[in-house]
C-alpha cells in the first residue's frame, strides 16, 4: 500500500469515525430537544385543563371573593368596577372572560353581567379553557377563559420554547466544539491505527502510527507498533530462514546430481569411490533436516523431555570422551574441570549430551590445530552451569548477539569453510531454555570464546 493510499485510508477512517461521533451527538440533541417538547406540552396541557400552578390572578380574587360574601351575589358588578384585575397574566381582558357557578348557570358573559347567556346554563360543547374556582374544598364556579386566551397560551409557549431553541443552539455549537476535540484526542489516533492495520492486513508490514492522545489510546498504539515490530522481524526471519535452508540444501543436491549425472554419462565409473561422497552428502541432507526438525519443535515447545536428576559433570566428561579422537586428530587439548559434589539438575541428560555436543563441536570447529577447548562444571546461584571455552578467533563483539541465530555465521574466522549449517548453537539455546534455563555466550580475555549454559537445581520442565 503506497503512502498515498495509506493516507486517503486514514481520512476516510478519520471521516467515518467523527461521522459516528457527530451522530451520537445530535442523536442526544435532539433526544434532549423532543424531551423538552413533551414537557412544554404536558405544561399546555396542565394550562389549558386549569390545573392549579397555572391559574390566572383573576381566579383568585373570584375565590376570595365568594369567601368573603358566601356567594357570588353582587359578583356581576366585578368587571365594572375594574378594580380587580384589568388583564390577566395570559393577556385576556374581562370580555374573554365568563364566570359559572357550581350549577354551572353563567353568571358573567364574556365579561358582560347582562349577556345574552346569562342565567342559563353553559353550553357543555362550548369552547374555552374551564379553570375550576374552589372555596374550601368544594367547588362553588367555574371560569371560563375564551378564545383570545389562545393568544396567550401562544406567548406562554413561545415564552418558553424561545429558552429551549436557544439552549439546544449552545448544545450544538457544544457538541461541535466537543465532537472536534474529541476527533483530535481520541478519533485521530484511532483512525491512524485503524489505516496502519489496513496496511498490516495488506501485507505492508512497515506500517506504524504515531503514538498520541489519551493514555490508553497511546498504549493501544504502542502495543500496535510493537506487534507491527513482531509481525516485520518474524517475517524477515521466515524469509531468510528460508533462503538459508535453500542455500544449505544446494550443495549437496548438487554433488549429488553431478555425481549421479556423470556416473550416468558414463563420465565416473559406479564404484565406491564414486558412490561414497555422494552417501555423504546424503548423510549430511539427513542431519540438516533433523537439525531443522529439532529446531522447529522445540521452538514451539513441542519436544518430549524425559526429565530426570542429571549430574552435569559426569556428563561433560561423557561428552569429551565422544570428541577425544576428533581432538586429537588436530592436536587440541580437551580438558574437563569439575566442581566437587555438584548437585544434580532436573533435566533430560540425553538433551543435555546433545547442548555440550553441539559447544565442543562448534569450538572445536573454529579452534587451531594446537588449540585448547575446556570444558567446566561448576555450581551457580540456584542451579549448575557449565562452560566450554576455547582459545580460537572469537567472536566480533557487535555479532555476539547474533550467535545463537538460526544459519548464522560470522565473517572472518568463522566462514562457510569451516563446515556447519549454523543451526548447532540455535538449537542449543532451544534445548537449554526449553528446559528452564539459560545460556550466553562472550568474548575471552585472553583470547578466544567461552559459551556457558546453566540449569536450574530447582526445574520443572
Known sequence: MTTSNADHS?????????????????IVVVVTVVLLVGLLAALI??????????????ADTLEAYYLGRGSWAGVMEVPAQQAIIDRNEFGAEWHNLSLLDAAGMVLIDHGQPDGARVGAPYPVDAHGIRVPLTVDGATVGTLILHGANWTGLLALFSGLVVPVLFISFFTGLLTLLIGWLLARRVVTPLADVAAAAHQVAGGDL????????????????????RMAN????????????????????????????????????????????????????????????????TLTLAEARQLHFDVRPVDMGDAAERAAALFEAEAGERGITLAVERQPDLPEVPADAQRVGQVIGNLVSNALRYVPEGGHVTLSAQRINGGVELTVSDDGPGVDPDDLARLFER??????????????????????RQLVEAQGGTIRAENRAEGGLRVAFALPVGNGV
Open 10 to 26: 486514514a481520512r476516510h477512517i478519520r471521516r467515518r469515525l467523527f461521522g459516528l461521533l457527530m451522530q451520537a451527538f445530535g
Open 45 to 58: 396541557g396542565l394550562v389549558t385543563s386549569g390545573s392549579a400552578g397555572f391559574r390566572p390572578p383573576v
Open 206 to 225: 512497515s506500517a506504524r502510527v504515531q503514538v498520541r492522545g489519551p493514555g490508553d489510546l497511546r498504549s493501544l498504539s504502542d502495543s500496535f507498533n
Open 230 to 293: 513482531a509481525l516485520e522481524t518474524s517475517d524477515r526471519q521466515r524469509r531468510a530462514l528460508l533462503a538459508d535452508i535453500a542455500h544449505e540444501l544446494r550443495t549437496p543436491l548438487t554433488v549429488i546430481r553431478g555425481r549421479l549425472e556423470g556416473m550416468v554419462d558414463g563420465v565416473y565409473p559406479p564404484d565406491e569411490a564414486h558412490v561414497a561422497p555422494v552417501l555423504e552428502e546424503t548423510y549430511v541432507l539427513e542431519r540438516l533436516v533433523e537439525d531443522l526438525r
Open 407 to 428: 544459519f548464522w555465521r560470522g565473517e572472518k574466522s568463522r566462514t562457510r569453510a569451516a563446515g556447519g549449517a549454523g543451526l548447532g548453537l540455535a538449537i542449543a
